[in-house]
């Protein structure tokens, strides 16, 4: 066996652990219990009994002493006190030591606990087959299933031995499920009694479900949260029990289900017979010093706002800002809820590292202690990489600069500045092997204010709890490509809020933008003016420009950021208009030329919905479908659309058979730049309406330094025109509709290694509506990559999933 543990089959008896699966179960699915098993098979090659990665963790360990990397803990440790001493009297020369030690003691200990380079980094602990675990996971499963209301189940496993390998198949018999019947609650206090009653269409426990032993648990979380939420500062989910009785001797029991009834018991805490709600006494909130620094370096500021008391140390904040981040007050009864979402908002700011609060109980009164550690002022971040969108050719750099100032005018406003370059180079828009290349540098600067800076001050307090926003922003665009060099100006003033975790408005009156295309290539320009020949207006949105609109932006997102994927979907509507304030106040126009010369103006409106849904279908596999359409009507002088407002179809996030922005409209053939060179450039293809749909089956396929998976997708869509003016093929037409919907099938390669997500999707044309034709059979395998071809493989690289 190639590259496996020293310790093999042969030498010691003992299996490396196989893949477990699972036979007889009909309700509960395989990943759920899948999920009860922690040991996971060793990884390997191509599927093969060769495990090189047990290999390399096994020559590190002929070179590991732990007893040296424990030493170097304590090292490290001794020098830190030691040089901690030395400057104990220097408040900022303590921080910079403690965040350089804190680094240092985390790589040595990381070092203890996983081994050398070759164990942690490059290598994978043998994982082998050991028949009491088996035992243990058969009991986890049986627990499970009874927990699940299958209290007659059963779990057997047998044993396979293949290629040294033991893989183990579980046989589950789910037997009869257990159904709730009659629930009842019982309380002794009357007020207690009540807010239950009032609140049972909340109730997790619901009569004719099957028994869910999560659902118990999950019910007293619900009656402990609603006490709490009404001042029952003392109440908890031990003071929830359960009696549920004898399935055998139900008469209602039949050959089906099995039928139980549950009495909820909702008892008193011990100290207290006869509790009232708790009244919050006071509420401190204290700024402690840097981390890891003593208090004693420092003065402290004491403020009173709202009934609060502030102390500050260090580090000043306005009191009336924190005012409204702080929904604890005295005065008011206390509030679970009250007090997460103090601790939430005050999170959101990004000034603090952490926050923590307690509370000090007199009778029923309580008195409120938060202490918040503030993250550093100014904050330099910088990185560097590649930006390839097509595989072939070389690669382009890209370099990004952001300086941050925290806490700007001690009211948590937050300040920003982003430099950004880069180059795109995207071979098999030029022929003869030639590269496409785009560069771009942009500047970008923006304060955020943590509210809505708004006049109506009612409006700011209801709003706070709702993580409002107000950023203003100025910014500088540049971006030169082959066809044309073009620079923005913006200016943007927006709001946003979060109503809840999972929804985010954001509302923008103010985005201003001068456009100014400097450079356009001659062949350029003659395409441009061979397309206003034929009705098309393009060549106006590359004139100098000026577009102001107001936008409204709302996102609904179920999916977890963290953790596995879950059934969940994904919703984006974006609402734009252009020109708005042109309609309202007509003589700007002429003062805005007054300072900024001859300009085009835009009046347009704009709508954009994208729609994703995803569907779990194991441990590692999930279905994603997804609806993105989108939509442009332009009603100003010469109905002309600013050429950034425009849809485009094609590309790594778009129909991926189709090189970027280059489909279509309708059923149009490319448009081609002829040179005065041997290559030919083809333009991008702008259109006024946009639909397209993506259907995506993602799994795993191996493991190696990091997750391999894989991805089977189908894409269709296209752009049309909506111009009267424009060439009939350009147009929507219900007769030719279905004809022009152009679709796309192939597979991807993605390398998830946790911190980034590489990925690579190869694409191919199933119908062009350009010739009208199925092209799939066109493919030719001696010419996968041959753009000259009917059809080809189009490569995309990327970096995250395309949605």
């Known amino acids: 066996m190639t590259g496996c543990a020293r310790k093999t089959s042969t030498s010691t008896g003992q299996y490396f652990l196989g893949t477990s699966t699972f036979k007889g179960n009909k309700v509960i699915s395989d990943s759920d219990l899948d999920a009860l098993i922690p040991q996971r098979p060793n990884s390997r090659f191509l599927s093969l009994p060769i495990f090189p990665k047990v290999g390399i963790y096994q020559f590190g360990e002929l070179f590991y002493k732990k007893e040296e990397k424990q030493r170097k803990v304590i090292e490290v440790t001794q020098n830190y006190q030691k040089e901690s001493r030395l400057h104990e009297n220097n408040v900022r020369q303590l921080e910079k030591i403690q965040r350089r030690y804190a680094k240092k003691l985390a790589r040595a200990q990381k070092r203890v606990d996983e081994g050398n380079f070759w164990m942690r980094v490059l290598g994978e602990a043998p994982v082998y087959y050991i028949r009491s675990e088996v035992v243990k996971n058969a009991e986890k499963m049986q627990k499970y299933l009874y927990n699940n209301g299958f209290f007659q189940s059963s779990v057997t496993f047998k044993n396979d031995t293949t290629f040294k390998r033991i893989q183990v198949k579980y046989f589950i018999d789910e037997n009869r499920p257990t159904i709730l019947d009659n629930i009842n609650y019982q309380v002794r206090n009357q007020m207690i009694d009540s807010l239950l009653k009032s609140s049972s269409k909340d109730a997790v426990l619901i009569s004719k479900k099957r028994y869910d032993g999560d659902a118990f648990e999950e019910e007293r979380v619900r009656i402990e949260t609603l006490l709490r939420n009404q001042g029952y500062f003392g109440f908890s989910r031990q003071n929830v029990s359960f009696l549920i009785n004898d399935t055998i001797t139900k008469p209602k029991t039949d050959s089906i289900f099995r039928t139980v009834d549950v009495n909820v018991n909702v008892s008193l805490p011990a100290k207290e017979k006869n509790p009232v709600p708790y009244t919050i006494e006071s509420v401190r909130f204290e700024v402690l010093p840097p981390a890891g620094l003593p208090d004693s370096l420092f003065k402290k500021d004491t403020v009173y706002s709202q009934g609060i008391q502030y102390i500050f140390a260090d580090k000043k904040f306005a009191p009336r800002i924190l005012d409204t981040k702080i929904v604890v007050r005295p005065g008011q009864l206390y509030s679970q809820k009250n007090e997460r979402d103090t601790q939430r908002q005050l999170s959101l700011t990004d000034q603090f590292r952490f926050v923590n609060y307690s509370f000090d109980s007199t009778g029923h009164n309580l008195k409120v202690h938060y202490q918040a550690v503030p993250l550093e002022k100014y904050q330099v971040s910088a990185d560097v990489g590649l930006n390839v969108i097509q595989l072939q050719g070389a690669p382009g750099p890209f370099a990004n600069l952001s300086y941050k100032i925290r806490n700007v005018f001690n009211g948590l406003e937050n300040f920003e500045a982003n430099l950004r370059g880069g180059i795109e180079l995207v071979p098999g828009f030029v022929e003869n092997n030639g590269i496409y290349r785009s560069q771009e540098i942009g500047l970008n600067t923006s304060l955020t204010f943590p509210r809505l800076l708004i006049p109506v001050h009612s409006f700011q307090r209801k709003s706070a709890l709702y993580n409002p926003r107000t950023q203003i922003g100025l910014g500088y665009n540049y971006v030169e490509r082959p066809e044309y060099t073009r620079t923005n100006v913006k200016v943007a003033m927006s709001y946003s809020w979060q109503p809840t975790a999972k929804t985010l408005w954001t509302l923008s009156f103010i985005d201003l933008n001068i456009l100014n295309t400097t450079k356009k290539s001659t062949d350029f320009q003659i395409l441009l003016d061979t397309l206003f020949d034929q009705g098309n207006n393009l060549k106006y949105s590359f004139q100098p420009s000026f577009v102001s609109d107001v936008n409204l932006t709302f996102v609904h997102n179920t999916n977890s950021i963290i953790g596995p994927q879950k059934n969940a979907h994904y919703l984006r509507v974006a609402l734009e208009s252009g020109g708005t304030t042109l309609n309202i106040l007509p003589g700007q126009q002429r003062w805005i030329q007054d300072i900024f010369g001859e300009l085009q103006f835009y009046k347009y409106l704009r709508a954009n919905i994208d729609y994703r849904r995803y569907w779990p279908t194991g441990r590692r596999s999930s279905f994603i479908a997804r609806v993105n359409s989108g939509a442009i009507y332009s009603y100003g002088s010469g109905n002309v659309t600013p050429y950034e407002k425009y849809f485009f179809a094609g590309g790594s996030n778009s129909l991926r058979a189709w090189l970027p922005r280059r489909l279509g409209p309708g059923s149009a053939a490319p448009r081609v730049i002829s040179s005065s060179t041997s290559s030919n450039l083809t333009f991008e293809a702008p259109g006024d309406l946009l639909l397209e749909g993506n259907l995506e089956w993602r799994g795993h396929l191996a493991k190696f330094f990091g997750d391999i998976n894989y991805a089977l997708f189908i894409d269709a869509g296209n752009v049309w025109s909506l111009s009267k003016s424009a060439p009939e093929a350009q147009k929507?037409?219900?007769?030719?509709?279905?004809?022009?919907?152009?679709?796309?099938?192939?597979?991807?390669?993605?390398?998830?290694?946790?911190?980034?997500?590489?990925?690579?999707?190869?694409?191919?044309?199933?119908?062009?509506?350009?010739?009208?034709?199925?092209?799939?059979?066109?493919?030719?395998?001696?010419?996968?990559?041959?753009?000259?071809q009917e059809n080809f493989l189009n490569v995309n690289l990327g970096v995250g999933y395309p949605f």
């Open 732 to 788: 929507l037409k219900p007769d030719t509709f279905l004809k022009e919907i152009a679709v796309g099938t192939g597979f991807g390669i993605r390398y998830d290694l946790s911190f980034f997500i590489l990925r690579f999707d190869f694409g191919t044309k199933i119908y062009d509506p350009y010739t009208n034709k199925f092209v799939l059979d066109k493919l030719e395998f001696n010419k996968l990559f041959n753009r000259r």
